[in-house]
Nanobody, 116 residues
């Protein structure tokens, strides 16, 4: 069973940066897409960004220009660089992927807290 493992969450001050990484337990070369969702307390889970096997990344308007997504098929990872973080970015961030057989995968989540 394919697993997704996230690393890189933590506490950062407003304006700071964090990098989240998600590693898959098998090759992601043929995955339809990989990306990140987040869920803040009392809110629904929302798409942050995803990158398909072909084409450009899709990035939520709320993070456009601040978050950058990259995918490394050779290392089976997807990484999200988050700059100029704001308190409203505080949430649990979940790695997400879709396999060639249309199975949706989720990581266990990593907490990102933006606070002074």
């Amino acid at each position: 069973q394919v697993q997704l493992v996230e690393t890189g969450g933590g506490l950062v001050q407003p304006g700071g940066s964090l990098r989240l990484s998600c590693a898959a337990s098998e090759s992601v070369f043929s995955f339809n897409y990989m990306g990140w969702y987040r869920q803040a307390p009392g809110k629904e889970r929302e798409l942050v960004a995803l990158i398909p096997s072909r084409g450009s990344a899709i990035v939520a308007d709320s993070v456009k220009g601040r978050f950058t997504l990259s995918r490394d098929n050779a290392k089976n990872t997807v990484t999200m660089q988050m700059n100029n973080l704001k308190p409203e970015d505080t949430a649990v961030y979940y790695c997400n992927a879709k396999t060639p057989v249309n199975r949706i995968l989720w990581g266990q989540g990593t907490q990102v807290t933006v606070s002074s």
